[in-house]
């Protein structure tokens, strides 16, 4: 097994208002812990350590599932690094609109680590032929203030995985190609990382 352990959170739970594509077609939760499972078993298949931080499909708060990852953290001799796995939105979920791409975001203040790992999650993206959303020319990664990265004490990345409020991207997520594509960008990001 592997020196690090990697914590997959799937974004948002059942219960979450608007998580979803304007059809209903594509919701959230079910995508992302669809996604997070999948790749949790890929990791394992690779003799990587790594858990789903959420499998309950309810929403669990924030300030909880930071708490989880902290408490496995600080329970295991492995690094942790922890991929919180989402779809983005442009709008409110009612209609349908045009924004497009893949981003990884990182916290404002993230260390080294988490950029590292940002970076080579959106380079797998890129390799995929996957449209990466990019702060500036050269930075392939955003900061933002994101609970989940900001307050983990391990290297943390938020995916956001093609907008559930763009037709074609919605189509795309929801096709075995797109789904598998969105799996195994995660998958060697990860092993990028960690080699």
Request: hydrophobic share 40%; with cysteine; proline share 3%.
């Amino acid at each position: 097994m592997s020196k690090t352990l990697v914590i997959l959170d799937a974004g948002h739970g059942i219960d979450t208002k608007g998580k979803r594509s304007p059809d209903g077609r594509l919701l959230e939760y079910r995508y992302c812990r669809d996604l997070a499972g999948e790749l949790c078993a890929r990791l394992r298949e690779s003799n990587v350590d790594a858990l789903l931080l959420v499998p309950e499909n309810m929403d669990i708060p924030l300030i909880e599932r930071c708490n989880r990852a902290n408490a496995i953290a600080a329970s295991t001799n492995k690094d942790c690094i922890l991929v919180s796995i989402h779809n983005n939105a442009a709008g409110m979920g009612h209609s349908w609109l045009n924004a497009s791409g893949w981003q990884a975001c990182v916290y404002t203040k993230a260390s080294a680590a988490s950029r590292r790992l940002a970076s080579a999650l959106a380079k797998a993206a890129e390799n995929k032929s996957l449209k990466v959303r990019r702060s500036t020319p050269r930075q392939d990664y955003w900061e933002m203030n994101l609970a989940i990265c900001r307050n983990t004490t391990m290297p943390a990345v938020l995916t956001e995985n093609l907008f559930m409020d763009n037709k074609k991207e919605v189509d795309y997520l929801l096709s075995r190609e797109g789904f598998e594509t969105i799996v195994d960008l995660h998958y060697q990001g990860i092993m990028d990382y960690l080699l």
